[in-house]
């Protein structure tokens, strides 16, 4: 069983990742962990020495290495990974793709706090932020829309989610 948690940035995948693994008793992997540590340099230091096309690459390979050694896991996914070099194609094809549809204005919340640690967000005030999270999660939604299973709900309960991935 191989499972992607996919969404956008800040919807909680490496949360609920870490909680369903445990509950499910299966390994868990942070495909940006995972990433940063093929690399051996944080997710910034890619970004500014290499660029986004280069992170990219190195997450479909990276996402590729892990799905293809791995029988069973659960994924967290970065907010983008779905939406670049047939991903989504791919891991719907190797597994069940779980969208966390987490609302704009929580993501908004979120992240408010967070953008020193992402460098897609880093140098955005609060309101371009806001514009910036409108914009790429329209450009997004087609891709996430692929995904096997749509989680709604908020707040998320582990319950609810494996309700709706096994089908109980």
Known sequence: MKIFLIGFMGSGKTHWGRLLSEKLGIR???????????????????????????FRLLEKDV???????????????????????????????????VWINTPQDTLHKRLVV???????????????????????????RIYYEQADIAIDEEPVQL??????IFHV
């Not at 868990?28 to 280069?54: M, N, R, S, W, Y």
């Open 114 to 140: 967070e953008k020193d640690k992402r460098p897609l967000i880093k140098d955005l005030t609060d309101e371009q932020l806001r514009n910036f999270i409108q914009k790429k999660f329209s450009d997004r």
């Open 63 to 97: 996402l590729h290495i892990i799905t293809e050694s791995h029988d069973n896991f659960v994924m967290a996914c970065g907010g983008g990974s779905p939406c670049y070099f047939n991903n989504i194609e791919y891991m719907n094809t190797a597994g069940t793709t």
């Open 159 to 164: 319950e609810k989610l494996i309700e709706k």
């Open 28 to 54: 868990f992997f942070d495909l940006d962990e995972q990433v940063t540590e093929h690399a051996g340099k944080t997710i910034p230091e890619i970004f500014a020495a290499e660029g986004e096309e280069q």
